[in-house]
């Protein structure tokens, strides 16, 4: 964009040396310098738990320490298989957020449709209730939840976690679908009814496609928020066999079950990160969409 | 009988029997959600605050007025865990906004990579705050911690003993809270920035204006709506965040990062005591509330100066 900008500059102003190019050239290149900078010390942190995932144990209590591994090993990962529960965790994880979301996505389609497509009393209230579970500190929820599920007899387990998680993401995934739903043109579904259909045909048949790539997005960004909770997790999923990804991570770190190496526990960083890379990736366009309605969980 | 419950079409058209029940069907399970989480909750930690409710024995409920309240306010990390927390919050909420102010008025300008740059930023707000941990604290652990080796290499003037120290615990959870969450703040700056209408600036400009009047009549003026939204809702957060904190040092050393939220944890999961931590959770509720209204009150008299 720079370049573009500068090219209407006379080619005297290129000067005697390439370097010293137009002004809002020089402005261009150290806007860049300093961006890379900031992005080096967000990411640089993250590059360097992988890579040292990779570093044979002696290696990590090296002094000096080095960045980059001399010899890449798989150890961390290995000890990771065979001493933690990631695998069991990987997969809960996996159950626990699919649940979530799915359901969380469900009940947020059925609202968004209706509230964009009829007129009801008292919507001004909800939006406000809205804004406030919003805000509702997790810890506070936190008693309630201990009290419905220990009644129901559900303490520690994946159902009450997954249904946890879809309480706080639903507001959340209401914000990020309301806008792709009022996106779509009334007069479509009106259409619609106006051959023959009735509503829930025109809702699936046009409705639904239509809001298909927010519906992937929404999806995909509640099922990140529910990989990373810690809270609930570590209420409703600390025991061996209900474990979850972020609750093994904690454990690790945390040491209380034994000792553990850095390798191991960078590895298990590595492992818990990669599935949030992924999605991010498929989704990161609609996610500043979602940024842009101004809505986002904390 | 829609018309009697007041539910018309955006579009217009008549409400037919079938659309009604279609709505509700379709409308009813999260609007009940909703309604439950945004009540029932602080109603039952309200009842909850008044009541001794062992964690482990949730059928028996003893009344005991404000029991709770007076051994709560006798606990001798009350306090602190108050104080530690204010710190906490304002600390690292205000680095995260001059921060993320600065880095969305740069990724706002127009250069090469600039899209990619944004992806990375944004990235940074949605891995795991359990990564972030992990992160931390092995490149600052004093056996293996690569930043903590540098320091004592150079001779760098750092006090280099982080989450080990009392004295050194709550900045460096500080720190690693700002470089966690700011993104947070760029995203949100920068998707309002855009929204901006250029023709403001050109104006400006042929006002004579310069950069600085730029920024501080054009752009601060159309961003203040966001900045206190943000603001709030990032203060809200920070303030009941639990799991950085647990994550980090888990309150220690000697209670030096210990704030409400981990004490209302171990208060329910060391202490058993389901009452107690309802009394906790609700004087952070108050706390809130009341942060907020000074708030919100403060905002609407510096409007009026303005204006």
Sequence with gaps: MGVEATSSQPPADRGARGLLRSREQQITILYLLIAVTIVLILEVPLIYMTVSSFKPGVEVYRVPPTFFPTEWVLNGYQELLELSNMVIALRNSTMVATLASTLGVTLSVGFCYTITRFRMPGMRFFTILMLFVYVLPGILLMIPMVRIWGKLGLTGGLLPLALTYVSFTLPFSIWMLRSHFAGIPLELEEAALVDGANRAQSFIKIILPLARPGIIATFIFTFILSWNEVLFATIFASSQKNVVVSTTLSNLLNERSGWHSWGMINAAGVVATLPVLVFFMLIQRQLVAGFTEGAIKG | ?307
């Design chain 2, 1 to 307: 009988m829609a018309e009697r419950l007041g539910i018309t079409l955006v579009s217009g058209g008549k409400v037919q029997t079938q659309d009604l029940v279609m709505a509700l069907v379709m409308f009813l399970p999260a609007f009940l959600v909703l309604v439950f989480l945004g009540t029932y909750p602080i109603i039952t930690a309200l009842i909850t605050a008044f009541q001794r409710r062992p964690l482990f024995d949730l059928d028996s409920t003893v009344w005991v007025g404000l029991d709770n309240f007076t051994s709560v306010f006798q606990h001798p990390q009350l306090w602190n865990s108050f104080s530690n927390d204010i710190v906490f919050t304002i600390a690292s909420i205000s680095i995260q906004t001059v921060v993320g102010m600065a880095v969305a008025l740069l990724l706002h300008q127009q250069f090469t990579g600039r899209n990619i740059l944004r992806g990375f930023v944004l990235f940074s707000y949605v891995f795991p705050v359990a990564v972030a941990a992990i992160i931390w604290r092995f490149m600052l652990s004093d056996s293996v911690g690569i930043i903590h080796h540098l320091i004592d290499a150079w001779n760098l003037p750092i006090p280099n003993t982080w989450f080990a120290s009392p004295k050194t615990a709550m900045p460096s959870v500080i720190m690693v809270t700002a470089w966690k969450y700011f993104p947070f703040m760029v995203i949100t700056f920068l998707a309002r920035l855009q929204t901006i209408d250029v023709t403001l600036y050109e104006a400006a400009k042929v006002d004579g204006a310069n950069a600085l009047q730029r920024f501080r009549y054009v752009t601060l003026p159309m961003l203040m709506p966001v900045i206190i939204i943000t603001l709030l809702l990032r203060t809200i957060w920070t303030f009941n965040n639990w799991e950085i904190v647990a994550l980090l040092t888990q309150g220690g050393p000697v209670y030096s990062t210990i704030t409400p939220p981990i004490l209302v944890y171990d208060t329910l999961f060391k202490e058993f005591s389901l009452g107690r931590a309802a009394a906790i959770s609700f004087l952070m509720v108050v706390t809130l509330l009341v942060a907020m209204v000074f708030y919100l009150y403060a905002y609407d008299r510096s409007e009026e100066r303005l204006t």
